[in-house]
């Protein structure tokens, strides 16, 4: 993260709870873990870079403060370790192309999910729910996003191991 800016990105949020979780790890066990890795993970939640380049979690989060910002990361870190996506966490849609939503009940966000195969997931848009019906303009961009995805299939991970 560079010093003047006030948000931290999704790979600075990452490292740190990682890195944080990879040391109270190695101190409670023996086992050896790479950088960033959950070896309880269930599945992998991806990112993805639009054609423009950008990541699009990023971009979500770039105007949101770093309690924001950990409130999301720590939402993710659920949806990777749950051994079933089922509600409250995970709620399944009937959309052809929005599989769910992560759910973070106290706090009101939404991760809108496309399932990449059977075990993994690609995050496409995040947003704070407000009201009790979603939004038609977020539900219109994870839409959009999913298509473009479909299209390029340019996928972020940070780690191979799970």
């Given at each position: ?45 991806y990112s993805y870079h639009n054609k423009a380049g950008k990541n ?17 990361v720590r939402l993710i870190i659920q949806g990777r370790l749950k ?80």
């Amino acid at each position: 993260m560079k010093k003047n800016e006030s948000t931290w990105s999704l790979e600075d949020w990452l490292l740190l709870f990682g890195g944080v979780w990879l040391i109270s790890r190695l101190f409670k066990t023996s086992t050896k873990a790479g950088i960033g890795a959950l070896p309880e993970a269930q599945r992998f939640l991806y990112s993805y870079h639009n054609k423009a380049g950008k990541n699009v979690l990023e971009t979500d989060m770039s105007g949101l403060s770093v309690q924001q910002q950990g409130e999301i990361v720590r939402l993710i870190i659920q949806g990777r370790l749950k051994p079933v996506l089922s509600l409250p966490l995970y709620k399944k849609f009937k959309d052809p192309l929005i599989d769910g939503e992560l759910r973070d009940n106290a706090n009101g966000w939404r991760i809108f999910c496309c399932r990449v195969n059977t075990t993994d997931y690609l995050m496409v848009s995040v947003f704070k729910k407000q009201s009790n019906k979603t939004p038609d303009y977020e539900t219109e961009k994870a839409r959009a996003r999913i298509k473009e995805w479909l299209t390029h299939k340019t996928l972020v991970r940070k780690s191979s191991a799970r």
